[in-house]
């Protein structure tokens, strides 16, 4: 693996290493007159930082700025700042996010807010062992400067509009620079992985933003599409069909799910999911969970009961 790659004159991309999964994290540098601008910083891990001090070297950070709130984009971020005396700049919707997770370490627990959604259903989905390791408040990352769709945001020299858009998580945004034809889309778009789409408690049907984002993403006049994880995305507009495909593909197979029987979230994770490999995964009740709602939503399924043996059912029509 190419740790540092150029992708235009001015922007450089840094894949970190990951605790989990076997994949990378991509970052970004924006060069500027006045020092870089880091975009995404990776997962708080010595592996990581020794590949950032290569990356960076002797040059001033202008700013760090993060996408969205998950543990792999800001978890360098304290560091960062510190070692390089650099401000972070997080959307509004992420410093919300943050700040519910450390309530939650202050009241000592950490609560992975999709298993909050769970809960509602009974399901409780085991993490892989690395979470029981990790140091919460590595995640605990303060704003210095908090932006949004209308400050837009500064990328080295560039300003970039911000795009508000929820669904992989509830406080995901994209930049977007028309002139450099740059859109730097965090986890919302990926080449070679369909992104899991993460409900909360305060964002239970994240599929109805996130396909509607679709529609406004593919009018962009793009020819850099910088994703967080692997490889860029090639071509927008066919790779958006294919996104589009693929979730409407599990819309079907979650209502088909409902109308076989299937009342309980373990139940329909487990006939969407049938034939995979392995135990069901905390992804896919996250996406099943996420489909449900969605359905629930448009009127094509129920949801009756009590926290936490709430059930689906096909809407009876009295
Ligand atoms: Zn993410």
Not at 17 to 27: I, K
Not at 30 to 57: C, H, L, Y
Not at 160 to 180: I, K, M, Q, R, W
Request: charged residues 20%; glycine residues 6%.
């Amino acid at each position: 693996m190419q740790a540092i790659d150029a992708i235009t004159a001015n922007i450089t991309r840094v894949q970190l290493p990951l605790p989990y999964d076997l994949m990378s994290m991509n970052s970004y540098i924006f060069e500027g007159k006045n020092g870089i601008t880091i975009v995404d910083t990776g997962d708080s891990m010595p592996e990581a930082k020794e590949v950032w001090q290569r990356a960076i070297g002797n040059r001033r950070v202008e700013r760090i700025v993060i996408t969205h709130g998950h543990t792999d984009h800001l978890g360098c971020a304290n560091w960062l700042r510190e070692l390089y005396d650099a401000p972070v700049y997080m959307h509004e919707k992420t410093v919300h996010r943050v700040e519910r997770l450390k309530a939650g370490l202050a009241a000592g627990r950490y609560v992975n807010p999709t298993d909050e959604v769970f809960a509602l259903y009974g399901v409780h989905v085991e993490l892989p062992n690395i979470e029981v390791t990790i140091d919460y408040r590595n995640y605990v990352v303060e704003p210095d400067v908090v932006f949004n769709e209308h400050t837009g945001i500064m990328l080295g020299d560039v300003h970039y509009d911000v795009l508000f858009t929820p669904g992989h998580s509830e406080d995901h945004v994209c930049f977007y620079n028309e002139a450099e034809q740059v859109l730097v889309v965090g986890d919302h778009l990926l080449e070679v992985l369909n992104p899991v789409i993460l409900p909360t408690l305060q964002f239970l049907n994240p599929i109805e933003p996130y396909l509607s984002s679709f529609d406004m993403i593919e009018q962009l006049n793009v020819r850099h599409v910088l994703t967080g994880h692997l490889a860029l995305v090639s071509d927008l507009k066919p790779r958006i069909q294919r996104l589009r495909t693929h979730y409407h593909k599990r819309i079907l197979q979650t209502f088909d799910a409902v109308k076989n029987g299937n009342t309980t979230l373990h139940d329909v994770t487990a006939f969407v999911y049938a034939g995979k490999e392995g135990r069901l995964g905390h992804s896919m009740y996250a996406q099943t969970v996420a489909m449900l709602h969605y359905l629930a939503a448009i009127d094509k399924i129920s949801i009756h009961g009590e926290t936490p043996n709430r059930t689906f059912a096909l809407p009876s029509f009295e």
